[in-house]
């Protein structure tokens, strides 16, 4: 049972704070390049109307991001499905893992088993085995 107190803190966000969304960064990017909305443009039509374009432009950025983040998840997936994953192991034949280990002089074969479709051993190292270099 769980109490207030060890509750585990939420991960950071991915975003940054100045953009907490995507949505947020595009509507930054199309309220700056929108004549509508600075300098000389703004002074002529009036606040009021600028205040009404701002929700188009939401909207905007917001079919953008959608967008953007349907063709990234499409991509993402049909790369997906391009890519096979392999994995290679080798399957010893009975006696060939001891075979191996015995041409190595510091060790011996404690045990050998066949397990999960393949030869395992338990080795030891000689206790006085000295190596010349």
Aim: glycine share 4%; net charge positive; hydrophobic share 40%.
């Amino acid at each position: 049972m769980m109490t207030e107190s060890h509750r585990v803190p939420p991960p950071p966000p991915a975003a940054p704070r100045f953009f907490p969304s995507a949505k947020h960064s595009l509507v930054s990017g199309v309220k700056r390049w929108s004549p509508m909305l600075g300098g000389f443009y703004k002074s002529m039509i009036g606040r009021r109307l600028a205040t009404l374009l701002i929700p188009v432009e939401e909207q905007l950025a917001e079919e953008m991001a959608q967008n953007i983040l349907r063709e990234a998840l499409t991509e993402t997936m049909a790369s997906l499905r391009e890519v096979t994953f392999y994995r290679f192991y080798h399957v010893f034949r009975k006696g060939e893992l001891e075979t191996l280990i015995s041409s190595v002089p510091s060790l011996f074969v404690v045990r050998s088993t066949f397990e999960h479709g393949n030869w395992c051993v338990v080795v030891q190292k000689h206790a006085k085995t000295v190596l010349n270099i």
